[in-house]
């Protein structure tokens, strides 16, 4: 086992400083993954207070800023904890969750005003978790929240009044509510349920009613409501796939369950996202994703608002991640592939703009690669797309690959600017990341077509891109690697005894090296869903050989080439010991392993000294088993 001394580690990075590679300079290591001074900005609802999280050594605190003066001050004083999300609640109170607990994801929840005054703890979760329903105040006092205090594997809904901490029950879970939903007035009105395979959704016409089911669906179908309809309030508009492949806006009527019709959506494209205005009650776009995400507006003042903004900051992607309640004073950030991007105000009535900070000021982008989408046809033909980030100042041929599969089960690789896809550019490498089946965004067959498929289908498409690389000339077949976390680092372990593969090395982070494992790590509250991540990972009853062949840990004996392997001790998701008996089995076959661990960080890392650690670590294994092959 390689252990890696800091001293050595240090050594290394600052020698990446003086490095050179061609004409592009080596970029050191924490530029490309340097803390935010200032995150998650948020506005007053009246507009006229900017809140934001200060990084101050290992802690956050909660600054505010009047918009009109710029004057700000801090507002807590976190000494051993940091804030981990925080919202307001009216124009002069904000609640914000003090984190307790990393590993388990606890937390207790504050209430303060926004001049630092009257700050209160309203809950003290040291077993259960709590989670705020809706960001907005009922009758000035009450907070509409879920909570598994009653019954650790279920979330009911309490009524939290701010101003005494007293928790009232709002609505009793009866075992199989997976989700809980509400109108724009804060008003309980949707519920889904699970059987573990099959949701329903259940409607009520008020807070006084009963829920009733209206529709069912297997978990493979989406429906996601995203709002009511303001003049007909038993109306909702919903993203949907229901009787049809990709995900379409819809109207449904909760009376009946019907979809009413489909206000946008075609079978060429997957919407993934819409935005409803409370201000003007209609929705105002639907996001849609091939390449690129794209808009498809629904509202001309909100196109015009997007022209404005196209206009005000041009060659780069715009996103709206908070508004006041007038719909005057927006956030807005920016960003390309090349360009990690900025924070500005944006003011709709006088159409100005003021910059409040850079994402990473260290980032040059003429120094930055650009991510190409890719796509090519998998062996029983399916239509498979990527990604190709190459070097800069490199020809797209004959180069050292870094597989860059992402987590799951679900999601995807989308376009923009990723520190990592970057960083290992700027060290020589293609990066080649694959939507392999499975991904999110394809549409539903696509999704399940990667159900129980982990070292299976799955990886074939991954080996068919790589074979795509090379029959195209740009890979060099003798120095691939792979690289991933969670299921990419499972992913990437089983590509090095995959059938037809031939990798010159493999990293996991974090990866899920048993699937049996895994699946006993889901935590209670998410046990509705068992059976549905039986489905998609496999049965640990019925499909036990198929789950072996895809879990690394029994299956040492079929590796051979040199391992990068990092993990967090702490992580409820695997078993350390399993992952050192793991490396251990390697290393009695003469493996070379790379070893390198961490109490309870959340990896890469929210500090600078752990990231250093594992980015000088992973370019030194492939420098050692890559580059210089």
């Given at each position: 086992?390689?252990?890696?001394?800091?001293?050595?580690?240090?050594?290394?990075?600052?020698?990446?400083?003086?490095?050179?590679?061609?004409?592009?300079?080596?970029?050191?290591?924490?530029?490309?993954?340097?803390?935010?001074?200032?995150?998650?900005?948020?506005?007053?609802?009246?507009?006229?207070?900017?809140?934001?999280?200060?990084?101050?050594?290992?802690?956050?605190?909660?600054?505010?800023?009047?918009?009109?003066?710029?004057?700000?001050?801090?507002?807590?004083?976190?000494?051993?904890?940091?804030?981990?999300?925080?919202?307001?609640?009216?124009?002069?109170?904000?609640?914000?969750?003090?984190?307790?607990?990393?590993?388990?994801?606890?937390?207790?929840?504050?209430?303060?005003?926004?001049?630092?005054?009257?700050?209160?703890?309203?809950?003290?979760?040291?077993?259960?978790?709590?989670?705020?329903?809706?960001?907005?105040?009922?009758?000035?006092?009450?907070?509409?929240?879920?909570?598994?205090?009653?019954?650790?594997?279920?979330?009911?809904?309490?009524?939290?009044?701010?101003?005494?901490?007293?928790?009232?029950?709002?609505?009793?879970?009866?075992?199989?509510?997976?989700?809980?939903?509400?109108?724009?007035?804060?008003?309980?009105?949707?519920?889904?349920?699970?059987?573990?395979?099959?949701?329903?959704?259940?409607?009520?016409?008020?807070?006084?009613?009963?829920?009733?089911?209206?529709?069912?669906?297997?978990?493979?179908?989406?429906?996601?409501?995203?709002?009511?309809?303001?003049?007909?309030?038993?109306?909702?508009?919903?993203?949907?796939?229901?009787?049809?492949?990709?995900?379409?806006?819809?109207?449904?009527?909760?009376?009946?369950?019907?979809?009413?019709?489909?206000?946008?959506?075609?079978?060429?494209?997957?919407?993934?996202?819409?935005?409803?205005?409370?201000?003007?009650?209609?929705?105002?776009?639907?996001?849609?994703?091939?390449?690129?995400?794209?808009?498809?507006?629904?509202?001309?003042?909100?196109?015009?608002?997007?022209?404005?903004?196209?206009?005000?900051?041009?060659?780069?992607?715009?996103?709206?991640?908070?508004?006041?309640?007038?719909?005057?004073?927006?956030?807005?950030?920016?960003?390309?592939?090349?360009?990690?991007?900025?924070?500005?105000?944006?003011?709709?009535?006088?159409?100005?703009?003021?910059?409040?900070?850079?994402?990473?000021?260290?980032?040059?982008?003429?120094?930055?690669?650009?991510?190409?989408?890719?796509?090519?046809?998998?062996?029983?033909?399916?239509?498979?797309?990527?990604?190709?980030?190459?070097?800069?100042?490199?020809?797209?041929?004959?180069?050292?690959?870094?597989?860059?599969?992402?987590?799951?089960?679900?999601?995807?690789?989308?376009?923009?600017?990723?520190?990592?896809?970057?960083?290992?550019?700027?060290?020589?490498?293609?990066?080649?990341?694959?939507?392999?089946?499975?991904?999110?965004?394809?549409?539903?067959?696509?999704?399940?077509?990667?159900?129980?498929?982990?070292?299976?289908?799955?990886?074939?498409?991954?080996?068919?891109?790589?074979?795509?690389?090379?029959?195209?000339?740009?890979?060099?077949?003798?120095?691939?690697?792979?690289?991933?976390?969670?299921?990419?680092?499972?992913?990437?372990?089983?590509?090095?005894?995959?059938?037809?593969?031939?990798?010159?090395?493999?990293?996991?982070?974090?990866?899920?090296?048993?699937?049996?494992?895994?699946?006993?790590?889901?935590?209670?509250?998410?046990?509705?869903?068992?059976?549905?991540?039986?489905?998609?990972?496999?049965?640990?009853?019925?499909?036990?050989?198929?789950?072996?062949?895809?879990?690394?840990?029994?299956?040492?004996?079929?590796?051979?080439?040199?391992?990068?392997?990092?993990?967090?001790?702490?992580?409820?998701?695997?078993?350390?010991?399993?992952?050192?008996?793991?490396?251990?089995?390697?290393?009695?076959?003469?493996?070379?392993?790379?070893?390198?661990?961490?109490?309870?960080?959340?990896?890469?890392?929210s500090h600078l000294e752990e990231r250093q650690k594992f980015y000088a670590a992973l370019e030194q294994f492939l420098e050692v088993n890559l580059k210089k092959k």
């Open positions: 086992m390689i252990v890696y001394k800091r001293y050595l580690l240090f050594f290394l990075l600052s020698l990446a400083f003086a490095c050179k590679q061609g004409d592009m300079r080596i970029i050191p290591v924490d530029d490309f993954f340097k803390s935010q001074d200032r995150l998650v900005y948020r506005i007053s609802p009246d507009g006229t207070s900017l809140s934001y999280l200060v990084l101050e050594g290992k802690n956050q605190n909660l600054y505010i800023e009047n918009i009109a003066t710029g004057k700000g001050r801090k507002v807590t004083q976190l000494k051993e904890r940091s804030i981990n999300f925080y919202f307001w609640v009216s124009k002069n109170e904000l609640i914000y969750y003090k984190e307790t607990d990393p590993q388990k994801r606890r937390s207790d929840i504050f209430i303060i005003n926004k001049d630092g005054s009257n700050e209160r703890q309203l809950t003290n979760n040291e077993k259960s978790k709590i989670r705020v329903l809706e960001d907005q105040l009922i009758d000035d006092k009450y907070l509409l929240v879920t909570s598994n205090k009653r019954d650790s594997t279920v979330f009911d809904v309490y009524r939290l009044n701010v101003r005494n901490g007293v928790m009232e029950m709002a609505a009793k879970n009866p075992g199989n509510i997976t989700d809980w939903i509400t109108d724009s007035e804060g008003k309980l009105r949707l519920a889904t349920s699970s059987d573990g395979v099959n949701e329903t959704l259940l409607y009520r016409e008020n807070e006084g009613s009963s829920f009733k089911p209206i529709m069912t669906n297997n978990f493979k179908t989406t429906f996601r409501p995203i709002a009511f309809s303001h003049n007909q309030p038993h109306i909702i508009y919903a993203v949907s796939d229901v009787n049809r492949d990709k995900s379409a806006l819809v109207e449904v009527d909760c009376h009946t369950g019907k979809e009413l019709k489909v206000v946008f959506g075609n079978d060429s494209i997957n919407i993934t996202d819409a935005q409803y205005s409370r201000k003007k009650q209609k929705m105002s776009f639907v996001v849609y994703e091939n390449w690129k995400k794209e808009k498809h507006f629904l509202d001309d003042s909100v196109k015009l608002l997007y022209t404005n903004l196209d206009h005000l900051l041009p060659k780069t992607e715009t996103r709206i991640i908070d508004r006041d309640k007038a719909e005057n004073v927006f956030i807005v950030r920016t960003f390309t592939d090349r360009n990690p991007g900025s924070f500005y105000l944006y003011f709709a009535k006088t159409g100005q703009l003021r910059k409040l900070s850079d994402f990473n000021s260290a980032i040059k982008v003429n120094e930055m690669s650009e991510m190409k989408p890719i796509s090519f046809v998998s062996k029983d033909s399916m239509r498979i797309q990527g990604y190709l980030t190459l070097p800069v100042n490199k020809k797209a041929q004959n180069l050292p690959v870094v597989v860059l599969p992402h987590d799951g089960p679900g999601g995807r690789n989308s376009w923009g600017y990723n520190a990592e896809v970057q960083f290992l550019a700027n060290r020589g490498y293609a990066v080649f990341q694959v939507n392999y089946r499975g991904s999110s965004g394809y549409g539903k067959a696509f999704f399940a077509a990667g159900f129980k498929q982990w070292g299976c289908k799955i990886q074939q498409d991954i080996n068919d891109g790589v074979q795509w690389l090379i029959n195209e000339k740009i890979a060099n077949p003798k120095r691939i690697a792979i690289y991933g976390s969670g299921f990419g680092g499972n992913i990437a372990l089983n590509a090095l005894y995959s059938k037809g593969s031939n990798y010159t090395c493999a990293a996991s982070n974090s990866g899920v090296i048993n699937l049996f494992t895994y699946l006993k790590s889901i935590p209670p509250f998410l046990k509705p869903n068992l059976q549905m991540y039986y489905e998609m990972i496999g049965n640990p009853v019925t499909d036990v050989d198929r789950m072996r062949q895809s879990s690394p840990l029994f299956q040492a004996d079929r590796i051979n080439a040199p391992v990068f392997i990092a993990q967090n001790i702490k992580d409820p998701n695997i078993n350390s010991a399993e992952t050192v008996q793991f490396i251990k089995n390697l290393q009695k076959r003469k493996v070379n392993v790379t070893y390198l661990e961490n109490d309870g960080v959340s990896f890469p890392g």
